[in-house]
């Protein structure tokens, strides 16, 4: 059973070999983002690792998916400037405008959904309310990357899970503790 699944997983490696590439050195990345505690670190890592997760699409002919995600590093970039309500309403119409009409196949509308949410949570919340929609967000993107065949893609997107989740532990903790100690 193990060594059937490593033998697929190679076959979908070795299709498209340099995106693969590309989308391993986004999980270096992207988890790196998702370990800091900082929102404005946190923005500026997935700013990186959004634009080279839109450069493995392109290169495995996922439009969509490609331009969801430069949408998004453009989008994560100007959050750390601004958390306007018309800035961010500006970004969701721009990704349903583009990414909708490139949708052919259910799955297509999963990175529009994780990307919805991911603009809510960059321009409207913080802490632990922020990192919740990007979770769900990530869960949206793993589920698309795993269908579509993106290794690097779904690894990543599956340790963000993780790695986000543990964060948020440990965030939500610092606050109790907090709490606890101003009374």
Known sequence: MLSTTFEALNRVFWQHPWAQLIGLVALVIGGLAF???DDHKLRRNLTL???LMGIQFM???LWSAAFT???SSVRTYISTRTRNLWVMSGFLILVWAVTIPKVSEVVHVLPIIGTTLGTWAMFREHGLRMR???LMGSLCWFSHNFMVGSIGGAI???AFVMINSRTMLKLLRQQREEAKNAQ
């Open 35 to 37: 370990l800091h505690h």
């Open 49 to 51: 690792y959004t634009v």
């Open 59 to 61: 290169m495995l002919g």
């Open 69 to 71: 995600a430069w949408l």
């Open 132 to 134: 919740s929609l990007m």
């Open 156 to 158: 990543i997107e599956g």
